[in-house]
């Protein structure tokens, strides 16, 4: 059983900037992010290999970075807009990433991101 235990989140003006942690209790091969907005489907935000591959949502290409220290991945958001206002989920997974984190192995308990116009 993996734990992930995040940090970060909070309030921020529109064009700010927020950093998200998510620390996991064993190595595991996939971590990233997953978001979802009030009355939205849960959406991938991206992800990142032990390999330090990235793959990233269209909607926040150029403005979210994830990068990786062994069992800690880091969210960069930068830019922020009002549409990214959500609860982030912090998921780790043994094999790969889903479009709607369908068969996620493992999920941290979520952190509010608020984006104000």
């Known amino acids: 059983q993996v734990q992930l235990v995040e940090s970060g989140g909070g309030l921020v003006q529109a064009g700010g900037s927020l950093r998200l942690s998510c620390a996991a209790s064993s190595g595991i091969n996939v971590m990233g992010w997953y978001r979802r907005a009030p009355g939205k489907q849960r959406e991938l935000v991206g992800s990142?290999?032990?390999?330090?591959g990235t793959n990233y949502a269209d909607s926040v290409k150029g403005r979210f970075t994830l990068s990786r220290d062994k069992n800690t991945v880091y969210l960069q958001m930068d830019s922020l807009r009002p549409e990214d206002t959500a609860v982030y989920y912090c998921?780790?997974?043994?094999?790969?990433?889903?479009?709607?984190?369908?068969?996620?192995?493992?999920w941290g308990q979520g952190t509010q991101v608020t984006v104000s116009s």
């Open positions: 990142i290999t032990s390999g330090r």
């Open positions: 998921a780790a997974d043994r094999v790969s990433f889903s479009r709607t984190g369908s068969g996620i192995d493992y």
